[in-house]
């Protein structure tokens, strides 16, 4: 069962990708991130090798970590895109050999026997400390845009980190079962996992109401601006015309 619903929520992180990457692509002039589609498209990746790694080979559960990993990463890049602190080149080298450090690392332990807690470990410490340095650029960002979907992907982003946190410490010291598995886990266990995945789900929906009302916001100054250019040549045209009867 849990198999399936890792492919449920890869078509709906599918769905999200594409709609995210049509904007981009329709917007990108006006300073849309490819950061918000990649994500996206990475944990639909992620959840996607998560369902077919038990039906395939277990190689797929070392691209699933990773790609979950990446996708939790590049929104820390999308976050300090907004507030206009890109990374140096070399910062972005160093950041960029963590992914590839969870890559090795956890095909390692993979491989070993009785390491299913030292992986989840592994994955959910590395993704509290990017949901906390997210955190960290949301409330930056929030001093010069206070919206409400700012606020929402705030506490989306902090429900998210409880949860991880709350699964790290019951799967290291709380649960009683010994036989962990990805695919059979207690049922608090699995309760902590799916309620992570859902509030990702609706991260990735708020994202898009952030661009969508970015983008209105875009088409209401166009649109006023044009009603102020219509005003400025009527009156120029008034002007004209009570000077030629002047004349």
């Known amino acids: 069962a849990n198999q399936i619903f890792f492919i449920v929520f890869s078509l709906i992180a599918l769905g999200l990708f594409l709609s995210a990457l049509y904007q981009y692509r329709a917007n990108r002039a006006d300073g849309f991130s490819i950061y918000w589609p990649l994500s996206a498209g990475l944990f639909s990746l992620s959840s996607f090798c998560f369902g077919i790694a038990l039906w395939t080979h ?6 699933a970590n990773t790609s979950f990993i990446l996708s939790v990463f590049l929104l820390v890049f999308l976050y300090r895109s907004w507030n206009q602190r890109e990374f140096t080149k070399l910062q972005a080298l160093m950041l960029w050999l963590i992914p590839v450090f969870i890559f090795f690392f956890y095909d390692y332990l993979r491989a070993a026997p009785d ?5 989840v470990a592994l994955i959910t410490i590395t993704q509290e400390l990017f949901l906390v340095w997210q955190i960290s650029e949301l409330r930056s960002y929030y001093k010069k845009d206070r919206t409400l979907v700012v606020k929402w992907l705030i506490f ?3 429900f998210t980190l409880l ?3 709350s699964r790290t410490l019951w799967v290291l010291v709380g649960s009683t ?4 598995f990805l695919y059979a886990q207690d049922a608090l266990a699995t309760t902590l996992l799916w309620i992570g995945y859902g509030s990702t789900i609706l991260l990735y929906v708020a994202l898009g109401g952030y661009y969508l009302e970015k983008q209105i916001r875009k088409e209401h100054q166009i649109i006023g601006a044009l009603e102020k250019s219509k005003e400025e040549n009527q009156k120029i045209t008034e002007l ?3 000077k030629e009867r002047l004349i």
Request: aromatic fraction near 20%; avoid cysteine.
């Open 58 to 63: 277990q190689f797929f559960l070392t691209i």
């Open 115 to 119: 390491t299913f807690k030292y992986r």
């Open 156 to 158: 989306l982003t902090a």
């Open 163 to 165: 949860g991880e946190i």
């Open 177 to 180: 079962q010994t036989n962990f």
């Open 240 to 242: 004209l015309k009570e």
